[in-house]
């Protein structure tokens, strides 16, 4: 990012940045010079081109943050529940339902007019046990386990049926090197519980855009599989609307240029692109890949964990403008970019402050830990800025 425009986005939003988390700032205050958008914040800026999301926690769906609450409704257009919908949260053992938070999410989603996103029905991890092994500890018949999803799916999308505009119907079913994961679905049901779960869905929800979505999608073995797996099924009349292509990226890495081919790959398939659980790790790596397989993890150490005390300025400088790029990259395909999601909304809340190292402090998002704009969202905002004050 240019040093001198940086500047100038720095003098010219200061304040209005302080006022959106304040709520005091009107949306012509956002930036100098620029045409007032429908709605305040990075929503009304990007609405002429893509929705643009975050993720809410579970204390914000439980009602013990309203200042976050507050200054979601004025950023952002889409929300996904970052934890509340997954199976374990919400259907614990076979008997029991915890519908308290996804209940909160969707009736805030309402009320705020946000574009709904359910995460997820079918995915391998945040499983009970119950699902697929008995009392003695031996494995369900096929039947069982496809009563069990069956019967998952039509709760839980029924109960929402109408209320949410996008379900994450499967996630993460493809490993890095281009098969199928070998989870306790697809050992139950081979590869055929994926076109399933998408049928089901269809079947509960008529009108809920339907979508796959995975992490590392950046890799040609990755993608190409996933992709030629779900042209296949859509011969066969499975409903699938779009790919969420999670972007949890780092400072430099995954290159730009991979980034693209992946969007272009999945919209010449006929396929819609969500940019999902989207933000940009700053510390170092404790592997020696990127991705979002939780049940990794690392010992900690001082030496991956540098900025206890806060981020060095030449580090949010480098954050800015790796925003700014991706920023710029989804403008560019916004004919094909359906919608863009942070995974989390301040540094505070994010999962990658605990992963894949417990005890590590990150500074992954657009807003502070106190929620405050950084020069991220400076560099985000000031691209629409710039297109509009010419």
Do not use: C
Not at 105 to 118: D, L, N, S
Not at 242 to 265: D, N, R, T, W
């Amino acid at each position: 990012m240019n040093g001198d425009r940086r500047q100038f986005l720095r003098n010219s939003l200061a304040a209005a940045g302080a006022g959106l988390v304040l709520g005091t700032a009107g949306p012509r205050s956002l930036l100098a010079a620029a045409t007032t958008p429908p709605q305040s914040g990075l929503a009304g800026l990007f609405a002429p081109d893509f929705a643009v999301g975050t993720a809410l926690s579970n204390t914000t769906l439980l009602g013990q943050n309203p200042s976050l609450e507050s200054l979601v409704a004025r950023e952002f257009s889409a929300i996904t529940a970052e934890n509340a919908m997954k199976w374990e949260e919400i259907h614990p053992t076979a008997d029991s339902w915890d519908w308290q938070r996804a209940d909160y999410f969707v009736e805030y989603g309402q009320r705020t007019g946000m574009y709904t996103i359910g995460h997820t029905l079918v995915w391998h991890s945040q499983m009970p046990e119950w699902v697929f092994i008995d009392q003695d500890g031996k494995p369900r018949p096929k039947a069982v386990v496809q009563k069990a999803m069956e019967e998952h799916i039509a709760a839980v999308a029924g109960r929402y049926r109408g209320r949410i505009q996008a379900w994450d119907v499967v996630n993460e079913a493809v490993t890095d090197d281009g098969k199928w994961r070998e989870s306790h679905w697809y050992n139950t049901f081979g590869e055929d519980y994926f076109s399933r779960a998408f049928h089901l869905a269809r079947e509960v929800d008529p009108k809920a855009e339907l979508l796959y979505n995975d992490y590392n999608m950046t890799i040609p073995a990755k993608r190409d599989f996933a992709l030629a797996q779900i042209q296949k099924f859509r011969k066969q009349g499975m409903p699938i609307e779009g790919v969420g292509m999670q972007a949890h990226v780092h400072l430099s890495e995954p290159e730009i240029a991979k980034l693209e081919a992946s969007i272009e790959a999945i919209a010449a398939a006929g396929l819609e692109v969500h940019i999902t659980e989207l933000e940009v790790d700053v510390l170092p790596k404790a592997y020696d890949y990127m991705g979002a397989e939780i049940s990794t993890n690392f010992e900690y150490s001082d030496e991956l964990n540098p900025f206890r005390d806060g981020l060095p300025q030449k580090v949010a400088d480098q954050l800015a403008a790796r925003y700014e790029s991706l920023f710029n990259l989804f403008l560019k395909h916004k004919d094909k970019i359906r919608r863009v999601s942070l995974w989390g909304t301040t540094d505070a809340e994010s999962w990658k402050n605990d992963w894949p190292v417990v005890g590590r402090t990150n500074y992954p998002l657009i807003f502070d830990r106190e929620g405050k704009p950084k020069e991220a969202y400076y560099a985000v905002a000031g691209l629409k800025g710039a297109s509009k004050s010419g």
